[in-house]
């Protein structure tokens, strides 16, 4: 059975990096689509971007120039970074398994507060 | 980006209610929507891949219907279980977009 897990910092400085990581069990990641979703507080949801089976990415236009999906097929992880974050990048962050996503991680919840 | 208006924001039901909610596109997405549950402290789960697909393990009650612009989740025989926020997503466009989601609360 597939389990996805996040892992990273509950709290970020603004300006700086946002760095996560998506630990996958029982699935290899040289498989299908690789994603992240965030959901803000207030319940709104935000499609970030994904990585490929490939090492391919796409990402959400909004996110373009501060977004960075990649992965390390040895440990079976994939990643996120996002760059100059601000308050407004407070959110519970998502990885999620599939394009459009089937099977979600328990999430992780970050603060962006100096 | 496609915008996608869910209604109502929230419903007020009762177990054993047949409940409806809705979502609308700002543009034509053929069948590419999905449906997801989420319950308090979970991750959202899916529920209907392709516009009317349940995905495995899914209850029977719960049917997706729709394509085009118009989109609708019927819950048959609400069961307290079934008490969760419900969102849509359109993956016919980059990027996909979600709906701002239905919350279905006991009367």
């Given at each position: 059975e597939v389990q996805l897990q996040e892992s990273g910092p509950g709290l970020v400085k603004p300006s700086q990096s946002l760095s996560l990581t998506c630990s996958v069990t029982?699935?290899?990641?040289?498989?299908n689509y690789w994603g992240w979703i965030r959901k803000f507080p207030g319940n709104k949801m935000e499609w970030m971007g994904y990585i490929s089976y490939s090492g391919s990415t796409s990402y959400n236009p909004s996110l373009k120039s501060r977004i960075s999906i990649t992965r390390d097929t040895s440990k079976n992880q994939f990643f996120l970074q996002l760059n100059s974050v601000t308050t407004e990048d407070t959110a519970t962050y998502y990885c999620a398994r599939g394009e459009p996503p089937q099977y979600w991680g328990q999430g992780v919840m970050v603060t962006v507060s100096s | 980006n496609t915008v996608m208006t869910q209604s109502p924001t929230s419903m007020f039901i009762s177990v054993g209610d047949r409940v409806t909610m809705n979502c609308k596109a700002s543009q034509n997405v053929g069948t590419n929507v999905d449906w997801y549950q989420q319950k308090t402290g979970q991750s959202p789960k899916l529920l209907i891949y392709g516009a009317s697909n349940r995905y495995t393990g899914v209850p029977d009650r719960f049917t997706g219907s729709g394509s085009g612009t118009d989109f609708t989740l019927t819950i048959s025989n609400m069961q307290a279980e079934d008490l969760a926020v419900y969102y849509c997503l359109q993956y016919n466009y980059n990027p996909d977009t979600f709906g701002a989601g239905t919350k279905l609360e006991l009367k």
């Amino acid at each position: 059975e597939v389990q996805l897990q996040e892992s990273g910092p509950g709290l970020v400085k603004p300006s700086q990096s946002l760095s996560l990581t998506c630990s996958v069990t029982g699935y290899s990641i040289t498989s299908n689509y690789w994603g992240w979703i965030r959901k803000f507080p207030g319940n709104k949801m935000e499609w970030m971007g994904y990585i490929s089976y490939s090492g391919s990415t796409s990402y959400n236009p909004s996110l373009k120039s501060r977004i960075s999906i990649t992965r390390d097929t040895s440990k079976n992880q994939f990643f996120l970074q996002l760059n100059s974050v601000t308050t407004e990048d407070t959110a519970t962050y998502y990885c999620a398994r599939g394009e459009p996503p089937q099977y979600w991680g328990q999430g992780v919840m970050v603060t962006v507060s100096s | 980006n496609t915008v996608m208006t869910q209604s109502p924001t929230s419903m007020f039901i009762s177990v054993g209610d047949r409940v409806t909610m809705n979502c609308k596109a700002s543009q034509n997405v053929g069948t590419n929507v999905d449906w997801y549950q989420q319950k308090t402290g979970q991750s959202p789960k899916l529920l209907i891949y392709g516009a009317s697909n349940r995905y495995t393990g899914v209850p029977d009650r719960f049917t997706g219907s729709g394509s085009g612009t118009d989109f609708t989740l019927t819950i048959s025989n609400m069961q307290a279980e079934d008490l969760a926020v419900y969102y849509c997503l359109q993956y016919n466009y980059n990027p996909d977009t979600f709906g701002a989601g239905t919350k279905l609360e006991l009367k």
